[in-house]
């Protein structure tokens, strides 16, 4: 079950670790308008505007995979196939995030889909035990 929890803080922290680089966009777009970020970010564009949405959408798989994980500790699913389940999430998830960053749409659509994927899977699990 540590696997699990060490994955749902991992899940927590990509959200955070994703608004590195666009932290690093908005310095290069003039600087960091701290009193503005969203009008700032808004105006991003290429590098600058993956960035963001790949911060967003750090924060959207966040809310899948918690209830996945939630959802296996509470139903008792924390087999070897949840737990391997729970890394492959994470691993595509910064897969993901670094596609996402040089701009490979396809391959980024793939890593998504097999993230997303695994906490789906785990979810089904946990109505099989």
């Keep these: 079950m540590d696997i699990l929890i060490y994955s ?8 955070y ?4 680089p666009l932290a690093v966009a908005m310095h290069r777009a003039g600087g960091y308008d701290n009193n503005h970020p969203r ?10 505007a993956r960035a963001l949405a790949a911060h967003q959408n750090a924060f959207e798989s966040l809310i899948i995979f918690s209830m996945a994980i939630v959802l296996a500790i509470a139903t008792g699913t924390t087999n070897e196939k949840i737990q391997l389940l729970a890394l492959l999430h994470i691993s ?4 993901y995030h670094i596609l996402y960053l040089i701009n490979l749409g396809v391959l980024r ?6 993230a997303i994927g695994c906490s789906f899977i785990i979810m089904g699990q946990c109505l099989s035990s």
């Design 8 to 15: 749902l803080i991992a899940a927590a922290l990509l959200p």
């Design 17 to 20: 670790i994703a608004k590195i």
């Design 39 to 48: 009008d700032q970010q808004a105006k991003l564009h290429g590098f600058g």
């Design 92 to 95: 595509f998830r910064v897969v």
């Design 109 to 114: 659509s793939i890593a998504w889909t097999i």
